[in-house]
């Protein structure tokens, strides 16, 4: 280990750290005593030895495969209409008056509300997945999208206007790159949502498949509150790396902001 690492090391903040631990005590304790009943509040040794087990299950990886693969999918979706329809929205006034108060109203309906129909359509297979999972993602980017258009300044359109800026130029050189903060934010955003809808998806419209969400199905169905654990964590885990995958590529997209007071 190298000085700069060591140092980085103990300059770790261990606050963070009080609480996860303080429960693991507690639940650790619990257990140990004969405080609760330990078919239902499992030993944390228990759910360590699953775990183990888990990792070297094949299952388990193809599960995190095809949730992170749907969740993407979806994502990439609803990420495009929710920028289009953002920016639509943001830079016409007529698309506003005629489409905004629709798409506003709509997204009072609560996202989950939407299963049934789309069962109903769709069934239960990739489709419904996918359709929900965009529909998830579509109101946060198309939010933040709007928002970062209707932020452009006058002073800036006026510019575009002297400088008779074509329908591509005003796109392109104002309108993505003055709302790009808010349409990186509206993204990011849109991921915590699409992984959200992923889990759920897989619990709601479950028929068996393969998913992180179908592997708490079955811990349940075999009342194996282990393999429930075990799958709660690894959806947390998995989701915990895709939000800090998105920081870290919305601060290198905007990079070139400069720094905020």
């Known amino acids: 280990m190298t ?15 009080v609480l996860p631990l303080a429960l693991l005590a507690a639940w650790w304790l619990l257990t140990s005593f004969g405080g609760v009943d330990t078919r239902l509040i499992v030993p944390p040794q228990a759910v360590w030895h699953a775990a183990v087990q888990a990792l070297s299950d094949p299952l388990l ?49 609560s996202l989950f509300a939407w299963l049934p129909l789309l069962s109903t359509w769709l069934g239960y297979g990739e489709p419904a997945k996918l359709v929900f999972i965009a529909l998830s993602t579509l109101y946060p980017v198309a939010l933040g999208t709007f928002d970062g258009v209707r932020g452009i300044s006058l002073a800036h359109a006026e510019v575009a206007r002297v400088y008779a800026f074509t329908r591509s130029q005003w796109l392109f050189r104002l ?9 990186a934010t509206g993204l990011t955003l849109g991921l915590v949502y699409a992984w ?40 947390g885990l998995v ?15 905007l990079r070139w902001r400069p720094p905020q007071p």
Do not use: C
């Open 61 to 109: 990886w193809q599960g995190v495969g095809y949730s992170v693969g749907r969740d993407l999918a979806g994502f990439v979706l609803g990420a495009l209409g929710g920028v289009s329809l953002g920016a639509l929205l943001g830079a016409s006034r007529l698309a506003d008056r005629l489409i905004g108060p629709s798409f506003h109203a709509l997204r009072q309906v």
């Open 196 to 235: 959200v809808a992923t889990i759920g998806s897989e619990f709601l419209l479950a028929n068996w498949g393969n998913g992180l969400g179908n592997i708490v199905i079955k811990g349940r169905a075999a009342f194996n509150v282990e393999l429930i654990l075990v799958g709660m964590l690894a959806i």
């Open 3 to 17: 000085t700069s690492t060591f140092l980085r090391f103990t300059r770790l903040d261990p606050r963070p750290w």
């Open 239 to 253: 989701g915990s790396l895709l939000s800090a995958a998105a920081a870290r590529l919305e601060a290198h997209a």
């Open 175 to 183: 309108i993505l790159p003055a709302a790009a903060p808010q349409v």
